[in-house]
Structures are given as C-alpha cells and as structure tokens.
C-alpha cells in the first residue's frame, strides 16, 4: 500500500467552529508532515512528526494543533480559525527523516478547507 | 540552505508536442531533486526523483529528468504530451541530514488540441 488517504476532502467550517483533519498511511514511515496550499503556490511546511514525535514547527498559529496518535494517523485539530486559512491543506509521509529517502515524501489528496 | 528556481510560470504546449520544464536549484552538495505534478484539486505526485548515479532519470507517466551539476539544472522532459498533462509541477530540492523540501514556485502547463 503506498497511499496516503485524507479526510475529510472537503470541510467548510464558521471561525468559532472546532475541527478535525485525519491522514493515514500503512507504509511503515515514520516522519510525517502536514502542509498548507493556497492556489497556484508550492506547498509550505507546517509541521513535521518524526517516530510521533513533533519535531518541527514552522512557526505555526496555535489555532493550528497537530497530534500523531500513532506511527500510521495524523491529525490536525483546528479551531477559530480565519478566513485566510482557507487553503488545500495537504498530509505527507516519509520512510526515514534525513537526507535522500527521507526526502521522497508521499502526499494524500489533501482537504480543501474554506472558512467562513 | 537550498533552494529552487522555475523560471516558467506557464508553458502552453500543443498535444502531441515535446515538453521540457526548467528546474535550477542552489545546493552545496550533492542534492537530492524531485519533480512532483499536480492536478487541479489533487495532491501531488512524484513523477522522478534523483538520488546519486545515472544523471537521466526516468520516471512514470513518460517523463524523464537530467542532473547536470555544471548548471545546477534538473529539467525534466516528456517527447510527445497529452491533454492528460495539463497540470501544475513542481520542481523540489532536499538536503543531507533535512526532511525539509524546498519547493519551486511552479510551472502551469496548458495543453491545446
């Protein structure tokens, strides 16, 4: 299985509202990411998990909060956020973190969220 | 830290036409360079990756990429497009020891019959 899988596809969702992204993977990698999209621009890093563990954060609002239950589930727990987070958000995983392999990430679908 | 330069925001290739995407990257070592494609809507999939050996990549769907270090360039290619390719790509660099991807800005592709 070399699938990353996101849901849901498609949340529309108030400012004062509380949400959820979910991705899974059954590759057996142990870094993921999530990512954030706007139209017509090259993904830009939120965060990054490695063995479960946060080990990046871009510089994210805290209106943004990750949590890797386990090595396969990621999510994305949103709240009061603003209409200019509306974007494709996108959910990545990799073997191993580092250099080369580490590097070739696999990307879900993504879900497209817009916030009213 | 790396970096990657598209210098084409948008190309319009005719079905049936070669293609070629530029890609030029800044690195002080040996990069490791990935070209993804995009579909409206969709996320992003990995046509070829380049790692060490060969400098011509080949990947799925066609398209094949060369390393040339002396230009730091990675373009890819595809002989003859369908109206399947119209898509964005994008052109990412990775570093040793960094699960970080630095991504280009993007190339648009049109496809006219």
């Known amino acids: 299985d070399t699938e990353v899988t996101q849901t849901p596809k498609h949340l529309v969702m108030g400012m004062t509202n509380k949400k959820s992204l979910k991705c899974e993977q059954h590759m057996g990698h142990r870094a993921m990411y999530w990512y954030k999209q706007k139209a017509k621009k090259p993904p830009e890093l939120m965060f990054v998990y490695s063995y479960e563990k946060l080990s990046i954060n871009e510089s994210v609002p805290s209106r943004f909060s990750p949590e890797c239950p386990n090595s396969s589930l990621l999510n994305l727990h949103l709240h009061a956020l603003q209409p200019e987070d509306s974007a494709l958000y996108l959910c990545?995983?990799?073997?191993?973190?580092?250099?080369?392999?580490?590097?070739?990430?696999?990307f879900g679908p993504g879900t497209r969220l817009t916030v009213l | 830290a790396q970096s990657v330069t598209q210098p084409d925001i948008h190309i319009t290739v005719s079905e049936g036409a070669s293609l070629e995407l530029r890609c030029n990257y800044s690195y002080g070592a040996t990069p490791y360079l990935f070209w993804y494609v995009q579909s409206p809507g969709q996320g992003l999939q990995l046509l070829l990756k380049?790692?060490?050996?060969?400098?011509l990549v080949q990947g799925i769907k066609g398209f094949e990429a060369e390393f040339k270090r002396s230009q730091s360039s990675f373009n890819l290619r595809k002989p003859s497009v369908h109206w399947s390719d119209a898509a964005e790509y994008f052109c990412a660099v990775g570093a040793h020891n960094d699960y970080k991807l630095s991504f280009g800005a993007g190339t648009t592709v049109t496809v006219r019959a």
């Open positions: 380049y790692f060490s050996g060969d400098t």
């Open positions: 990545a995983s990799s073997q191993v973190h580092g250099g080369g392999l580490g590097n070739e990430q696999f």
